[in-house]
C-alpha cells in the first residue's frame, strides 16, 4: 500500500465506502420490508380484536334489551292496558 499512487489510494477509499453505502442501503431496505410485514400482521391483529370487541359489546347490549323486555313482561303482563298483556 506504501507504493501506491495518492490517486490509487483515493480511488480505492472511494470504491469501499460506495460498497459500504451499497450494502447499507440494501440492509435497510430489507429492514423496512421485514418491518412493513410484522406492523401488517399487527394491523390485522388488532382489527380481528377490535371486530370480537364490538360483537361482544353487541350481544351484552342484545342481551340486555331481552332482560328488560323480560322483566316488563312479568311486570305488567296482566295488567289490561299494558301492551304485552295478553288478549284472550
Known sequence: MKNLDIKVKLGLLTLCALALLVA????SFY???QLNSTLTKVI???QRLIDAVDTARSAQV???TQVQEWKNILRRGKDAGSPW???T
Open 62 to 64: 342484545s342481551f340486555k
Open 44 to 46: 390485522a391483529d388488532n
Open 24 to 27: 447499507l442501503g440494501g440492509f
Open 31 to 33: 429492514q423496512a420490508g
Open 85 to 87: 298483556s295478553r288478549r
